[in-house]
């Protein structure tokens, strides 16, 4: 069975700081991919990040970077010069197809 | 582009009628679609997986005789809450993959349906 664990239900940061939420997942598939989604209070979910589990450079986009430690089935997010707007949930997800997602981490960026 | 509808986006019912949620790809064929369920201030659960034009696939400890899944076409899936009693209420979350653009699997969501039984 895959599962995906987000140890950190909140977190809360000063506008314009890094911030780093974590991710571990378990698998026995070879070939998968992993999210990074967002869910703001309109409940929407927003793709934030991905990336491919047999490539081994970290994806990068814009202000937000992924750590991916394959061996230790790690997948934390990056979020730099944070803002306002990034407040939301963010759920960690992976899978061949179907996705299996964290419990969340609940993000706000206090101005 | 990519973009997912729902329909409705909220619903109140009475206990034991039926409810139906519908999901549309508005610009892209999905032959893959998924329903998901998400209780207030927890995470998605995977319901089912909806093929076009075969039975669905249910997750382990989903009635499927209660939750029913139909994709009947390319661009539509419809999620029918049978006999709904109040602790069906939740929110439910629909979706798609792009049958033509399926690199990296993406899934892009709709909007969700809050369904309240009373």
């Known amino acids: 069975a895959q599962t995906v664990t987000q140890s950190q239900p909140e977190m809360s940061v000063q506008e314009a700081e890094t911030v780093t939420l974590s991710c571990t997942y378990d698998?026995?598939?070879?070939?998968?991919?992993l999210f990074w989604y967002k869910q703001p209070p309109s409940r929407q979910m927003i793709l934030v990040i991905r990336q491919e589990a047999y490539k081994q450079q970290n994806a990068t986009e814009n202000r937000f970077s992924v750590n991916f430690q394959k061996a230790a089935k790690s997948f934390s997010l990056k979020i730099s010069d944070s803002q306002l707007g990034d407040t939301a949930m963010y759920f960690c997800g992976m899978g061949a197809q179907k996705l299996v997602f964290g419990q969340g981490t609940r993000l706000t960026i206090n101005p | 582009g990519a973009v997912v509808s729902q329909h409705p986006s909220r619903v109140i019912c009475k206990s034991g009628t039926s409810v139906k949620i519908e999901c549309r790809s508005l610009d892209f064929q999905a032959t893959t679609m998924f329903w998901y369920r998400q209780f207030p201030k927890q995470s998605l659960m995977l319901m089912a997986t909806s093929n076009e034009g075969s039975k669905a696939t249910y997750e382990q400890g989903v009635e499927k005789d209660k939750f029913l899944i139909n994709h009947a076409s390319l661009t539509l899936s419809t999620l029918t809450v049978t006999s709904a009693h109040p602790e069906d209420s939740s929110f439910y979350i629909c979706s798609a993959i792009p049958t033509r653009e399926a690199r990296y699997n993406e899934q892009f969501f709709g909007p969700g349906t809050r369904l309240t039984v009373l």
């Open positions: 698998t026995s598939e070879s070939n998968y991919y």
